[in-house]
């Protein structure tokens, strides 16, 4: 492969340039569509603060990063970049040619989502104020490149869906080889990008990093004209991802069978002009039916079987499994893991006396009672938890197709059917799930993960994350996973610790 001093490259088709604001950076040619080529011409100027630091950077914004978009307004990205490495400077350990491209996108309830901008946290769970994931990534020396996306409620002029699986993401890998397209023109290192997501964002940050440049998603990229380019990414952020959603059923009533009162919150439309996620109403009570409570029996049932498949084993080879009544040693890891939690918590001040299911002895956490823990936590979704029988969830929603608003995608519920549903495509619904991709041929997988799920966060199964983590970590990949103390369903909150942690694989290579 050719040797190309990006530095000087960048210097000369960059560095020079100092163009009024306009407001797109991609343009639509006569004839052949929407370019892929970068145009380093147009950009707007912009200054902000973080702490003490003024941050400068260059705002790139609406990019439409395919040549036959089906919608701009959410296939499109905004790239923000230091001033800083157009005038030949560094920031910290980074410059022009060494920089992580930091790549959060906004996806919540698989809904579609624009680009994001600076500006203050808006992510579910985060505080709602001070700055942004993006605002601090370039205060650090990160190039940001935020994608916009697809999602389940996208439609068309004549009403057909434009957004169900696998759209969210293909437009997703669309955009990291549009950057990768155009590497020497951008500044940062196409070869540490690093994904972010929350939720059904950080499942999408998850797949993202899973199943890079497999064939599986080649047609779909073709018939949008991706740029021809790796999609392969560096690193993985994923907060509190609702993924595996095939297996995800099972994992919760796993989890949460035995618990039959439950505490939703049914979530309105999104805001046309906020964040992509939805924002919750007053909770609603209430207790399992019979007919309710026999499902979940029927779906813990499934689990062990599932988890025994995987052949999964701990950190020192241990293998692990359920009994038929799903407790065994993955039992005892994933109570592993909120033991640990409840140590750091402890170590750190907190006062867990009043915490009934964690176990101290002499000022150490020596374990916990795990059905006390879930019993404390409390169910939030009725079963099935995901592939609803009427077709009510955002999942069956998600595997519609482009006539049909919303699909099951598991058999259990397809055949259980209350509406006379019809059942996704297994092809499609494998292409949404992580799991199908670490360790298939023809993919390559981002080599660094960092998962979180909170400890008090009923969204999904326990199971879920940890499945993903220990099934990474079996198959060779770094993983960082942790289940932050007493954190409900939310993300970035803990920036600071996610870019020391970037910055440490960054500098490891």
């Not at 990006?6 to 343009?27: E, I």
Request: glycine share 10%; proline share 8%.
């Amino acid at each position: 492969m050719e040797k190309v001093d990006r530095r000087k490259v960048l210097k000369a088709g960059l560095g020079l340039m100092a163009f009024p604001p306009l407001l797109s950076a991609c343009v639509p040619r006569a004839g052949s569509g929407y370019s892929l080529d970068f145009d380093p011409e147009q950009y707007r100027s912009a200054t902000a603060q973080v702490g003490n630091q003024s941050v400068r950077y260059r705002a790139y914004e609406g990019i439409v990063y395919v040549q036959k978009p089906v919608d701009t307004r959410y296939q499109q990205m905004n790239l923000y970049i230091p001033e800083a490495y157009f005038e030949g400077k560094s920031i910290g350990n980074y410059d022009a040619q060494s920089a992580p491209i930091f790549l959060p996108n906004r996806v919540g309830g698989y809904m579609p989502a624009e680009p994001g901008q600076p500006g203050l946290q808006t992510a579910p769970g985060s505080s709602g104020s001070g700055p942004n994931a993006i605002l601090l990534a370039l205060a650090r020396g990160y190039v940001v490149a935020s994608p916009g996306a697809r999602g389940r409620t996208n439609q068309a002029g004549d009403g057909s869906y434009t957004g169900k699986a696998p759209a969210a993401i293909v437009d997703l890998k669309a955009a990291v080889r549009y950057l990768r397209h155009n590497a020497r023109r951008i500044p940062g290192n196409p070869e540490r990008i690093v994904s972010n997501g929350t939720s059904a964002g950080g499942a999408l940050s998850a797949l993202l990093g899973a199943c890079g440049n497999n064939p599986d998603f080649e047609p779909y990229l073709k018939a949008l004209g991706a740029a021809p380019a790796r999609d392969d990414i560096f690193a993985v952020s994923a907060y509190c991802p609702i993924t595996n959603l095939e297996h995800a059923d099972a994992a919760y009533e796993w989890q949460f069978s035995g618990v039959n009162e439950y505490q939703n919150q049914l979530p309105s439309p999104p805001s046309q002009t906020g964040p992509s996620f939805p924002m919750p109403h007053a909770p609603v009570s209430g207790s399992l039916s019979p007919e309710q409570i026999a499902l979940s029996q029927e779906l813990k049932a499934l689990f062990p079987a599932y988890v025994n498949r995987l052949g999964l084993r701990d950190a020192s080879g241990k293998p692990l499994s359920l009994n038929p009544d799903g407790t065994g040693s993955f039992q005892d890891y994933v109570a592993a893991f909120l033991q640990a939690s409840a140590q750091k918590a402890l170590e750190a001040g907190q006062d867990l006396s009043r915490v009934d299911w964690v176990k101290q002895q002499n000022g150490r956490v020596v374990g916990v009672d795990f059905d006390a823990y879930v019993r404390a936590l409390g169910r939030m979704k009725v079963p099935p938890a995901f592939d609803g029988l009427s077709l009510e969830n955002a999942e069956n929603e998600l595997f519609g197709s482009n006539r049909d608003n919303a699909r099951h995608f598991t058999r259990f519920s397809q055949e259980r059917s209350k509406v006379g549903g019809s059942l996704a495509p297994a092809e499609v619904v494998r292409m949404m799930n992580p799991m199908s991709y670490i360790g298939s041929p023809a993919t390559q997988t981002a080599r660094h993960w960092r998962i979180r799920h909170g400890t008090a966060d009923p969204h999904t199964s326990l199971a879920i994350p940890i499945i993903l983590a220990t099934r990474l970590q079996n198959a060779g990949y770094a993983v960082d996973l942790f289940l932050p103390w007493g954190v409900g369903h939310g993300g970035d909150y803990d920036l600071e610790e996610l870019f020391a942690w970037i910055d440490q694989i960054v500098a490891a290579g």
